[in-house]
């Protein structure tokens, strides 16, 4: 299993960045996919989901909004779409997959992409 983040970067207060997280190793399809964020001293906490049976994404209410959360089953990738980016928004950001299909419930995390909001 692996989970590769991208699009992370430094800017502006205002601005917009997309993130994606390319996962291979595993079926995709079978997979719920969120992304979390973390700051230094602090939990990790959840941004989005987006599950494998459709239905409405789930955001975390800071995030509502400004964030959006999407999945290409043909190109094995979730993506984090972040708009109206406040200084606040300023952490890693985390793909995660998790399954109970085949199993218990289990899941798997990325690297990590550093995200930075600042003028």
């Not at 987006?50 to 959006?68: C, E, H, L």
């Not at 708009?83 to 899941?107: H, M, Q």
């Amino acid at each position: 299993v692996q989970l590769v983040e991208s699009g992370g970067g430094l800017v502006r207060p205002g601005g917009s960045l997309r993130l994606s997280c390319a996962a291979s190793g595993f079926t995709f399809s079978n997979y719920d996919m969120s992304w979390y964020r973390q700051v230094p001293g602090k939990e990790r906490e959840l941004v989005a989901t987006i599950r494998t049976a459709g239905g409405s994404p789930n955001y975390a209410d800071s995030m509502k909004g400004r964030f959006t959360i999407s999945r290409d089953s043909a190109k094995n990738t979730v993506y984090l779409q972040m708009n109206s980016l406040k200084p606040e928004d300023t952490a890693v950001y985390f793909c995660y997959a998790e399954t109970d299909w085949l199993g218990p419930r289990r899941g798997y995390w990325g690297q990590g992409t550093q995200v930075t909001v600042s003028s």
